[in-house]
C-alpha cells in the first residue's frame, strides 16, 4: 500500500530554516505529483507547496513565496520542503501527499497522505 512518512520537523527560533522530508513507498514516485499542506489546531488544512511529477513545476501559498522551496528526488522516491526565514506563524503540523493528477492546491485531489511532522518556530 502507499506509505508517505515525513521527517525533518523540529523546534527552531524565528529565522532559522528547517527541512522537511517525504519519504514514499508503494506507489510510483516519478508519475505523482506531490504538496505539502499544514494545520494548526482548530483550522482547517491549509496548502503549503506543490510540485509535478517532473519537478518542473511548482507553486506556493503567498505567504511562504521567496522563503520556502520545494523539491524532489525521483531517483530516492523522496519530497523535500526546505523552510528558510521561519516565522512564529510558520507552526503547525505539516503533511506531505501525493497526487496522480495535475498539481493541485486543494486537499481534496490528494488521495494519500503522510502522518505529519510538528514544526515548531519560537518566537
Known amino acids: 500500500q502507499v506509505q508517505l512518512v515525513e521527517s525533518g520537523g523540529g523546534l527552531v527560533q524565528a529565522g532559522g530554516s528547517l527541512r522537511v522530508s517525504c519519504a514514499a513507498s508503494g506507489l510510483m514516485f516519478s508519475r505523482y505529483s506531490m504538496g505539502w499542506f499544514r494545520q494548526v489546531p482548530g483550522k482547517e488544512r491549509e496548502f503549503v507547496a506543490a510540485?509535478?511529477?517532473?519537478?518542473?513545476?511548482?507553486d506556493y501559498t503567498n505567504s511562504v513565496k521567496g522563503r520556502f522551496t520545494i523539491s524532489r528526488d525521483n531517483a530516492k522516491n523522496t519530497a523535500y520542503l526546505q523552510m528558510n526565514s521561519l516565522k512564529p506563524e510558520d507552526t503547525a503540523v505539516y503533511y506531505c501527499a501525493s497526487t496522480n493528477l495535475a498539481l493541485s492546491t486543494s486537499p481534496r485531489q490528494y488521495p494519500y497522505w503522510g502522518q505529519g511532522t510538528q514544526v515548531t518556530v519560537s518566537s
Open positions: 510540485i509535478s511529477w517532473s519537478g518542473s513545476r511548482t
